[in-house]
T-cell receptor, first 111, second 116 residues
């Protein structure tokens, strides 16, 4: 079983739509959670960290449910520029910041 | 400011050839990570350095893979006797602080290795 599981998509949505991605993780001892964005043939870049209380950054909202070992990302008012692969990342066990990546969820925002 | 750089960006190797991939982390970053990313997959952890010390190499797929960071800055990932299954993008990432904190990892552009 993989450490982090995501729906690969693709999610095809029109501009302005709201879209949500989920991921689950297997290690209950995980300490840190992130969403990274990866454009085609580019390196991953941090989109946002995910905190237990949930957090919002503009059109993006991330939630963490430790009891269900579940992380979500909500994108409101989708833009064409949001088209990318979104990687769920879990890490930060007690010794160092070793990251486990999901396979990514592909988002296509259409005009 | 300068980010993480990697060279070469593309490498084509014949099966059995040795290759060396270089990573220049962000200046002052203590932690350095190597990942392997196969097509359609997320990055998979290979190894981790804190300064010059290699603290975890549990992700290296075989003893053909070797990494070093002798002076605590530039790192090299070496693959000996390359095989077709080694074809992937090799990503290097660095972060400011090491153990016990959850710093953002900054990724380089990767080296795309193709083994024929």
């Amino acid at each position: 079983r993989k450490e982090v599981e995501q729906d690969p998509g693709p999610f095809n949505v029109p501009e302005g739509a709201t879209v949500a991605f989920n991921c689950t993780y297997s290690n209950s001892a995980s300490q840190s959670f992130f969403w990274y964005r990866q454009d085609c043939r580019k390196e991953p870049k941090l989109l946002m960290s995910v905190y237990s209380s949930g957090n919002e950054d503009g059109r993006f909202t991330a939630q963490l449910n430790r009891a269900s070992q579940y992380i979500s990302l909500l994108i409101r008012d989708s833009k064409l520029s949001d088209s990318a692969t979104y990687l769920c990342v879990v890490g930060g066990l007690y010794n160092f910041n070793k990251f486990y990546f999901g396979s990514g969820t592909k988002l296509n925002v259409k005009p | 400011g300068a980010g993480v750089s990697q060279s070469p960006r593309y490498k084509v190797a014949k099966r059995g050839q040795d290759v060396a991939l270089r990573c220049d982390p962000i200046s002052g970053h203590v932690s350095l990570f190597w990942y392997q990313q196969a097509l359609g997959q997320g990055p998979e952890f290979l190894t981790y350095f804190q300064n010059e010390a290699q603290l975890d190499k549990s992700g290296l797929p075989s003893d053909r893979f070797f990494a070093e960071r002798p002076e605590g800055s530039v790192s090299t990932l070496k693959i000996q006797r390359t095989q077709q299954e080694d074809s992937a993008v090799y990503l290097c990432a660095s972060s400011l602080i090491g153990a016990g904190t959850y710093n953002e990892q900054f990724f380089g552009p990767g080296t795309r290795l193709t083994v024929l």
